[in-house]
Nanobody
Framework: QVQLVESGGGLVQAGGSLRLSCAASGSIFSIKAMGWYRQAPGEQRELVARIINGGSTTYADSVRGRFTISRDNAKNTVYLQMSSLKPEDTAVFYC???????????????WGQGTQVTVSS
């Protein structure tokens, strides 16, 4: 089994910054991709940013230029540096990972439990 544990959420004023972290642990052979999604009340979960092996990144249009995703492969950890935060960024942020597991040999998608980010105006 694989666990994703997020940290770094909290309350911040508009214009401020937060850094989210997500550490993966467990029966991991390798991690193909890691990313962050968010879900605001009454809304669908949406992709925020994603990073794949090799370092290629994808961002939602709403966060491009304000958020930066990065990854420490040695620690199986992904980060999301969020700057110039807006009230509309308020949501539960979820870590996601595509993990190559060995028993059986396949790629499995995992989710973290989520961390709340609240941006006050």
């Amino acid at each position: 089994q694989v666990q994703l544990v997020e940290s770094g959420g909290g309350l911040v004023q508009a214009g401020g910054s937060l850094r989210l972290s997500c550490a993966a642990s467990g029966s991991i052979f390798s991690i193909k991709a890691m990313g962050w999604y968010r879900q605001a009340p009454g809304e669908q979960r949406e992709l925020v940013a994603r990073i794949i092996n090799g370092g290629s990144t994808t961002y939602a249009d709403s966060v491009r230029g304000r958020f930066t995703i990065s990854r420490d492969n040695a620690k199986n950890t992904v980060y999301l540096q969020m700057s110039s935060l807006k009230p509309e960024d308020t949501a539960v942020f979820y870590c996601n990972a595509d993990v190559q597991v060995t028993t059986p040999w396949r790629v499995v998608n995992f989710w973290g439990q989520g961390t709340q980010v609240t941006v006050s105006s």
